[in-house]
């Protein structure tokens, strides 16, 4: 069974940094033909897409983490990070990674706040 396992979330002042890193273990098969996600949820609002990065290296965002957030994958060590710079209030949501759209880890809290 696969499972993901995020870390890296916490509380961070509006202009501050966090890096979230998501780890799968189990079998996965072929991790390098699958796309990474990375969607939040803030309270009260629909999970949205942030970013997304596919087996060949190709990186998405939101509009509004563009120039702001970075995604990035490791397929050897089976992970996938979002460095996320600039942070703003809006920011504040749980944070999810998916692999593939099908499983899903379960959530770490950002919150930007001064």
């Known amino acids: 069974q696969v499972q993901l396992v995020e870390s890296g979330g916490g509380l961070v002042q509006p202009g501050g940094s966090l890096r979230l890193s998501c780890a799968a273990s189990g079998s996965i098969g072929n991790i390098y033909f699958v796309n990474w996600y990375w969607y939040r949820q803030a309270p009260g609002k629909q999970r949205e897409l942030v970013a997304t990065i596919t087996s060949g290296g190709s990186a998405n965002y939101a509009d509004s983490v563009k120039d702001r957030f970075t995604i990035s994958r490791d397929n050897a060590k089976k992970t996938v990070s979002l460095q996320m710079n600039s942070l703003k209030p809006e920011d504040t949501a749980v944070y999810y990674c998916?692999?593939?759209?099908?499983?899903w880890g379960q959530g770490t809290q950002v919150t930007v706040s001064s």
């Open positions: 998916s692999l593939g759209r099908a499983i």
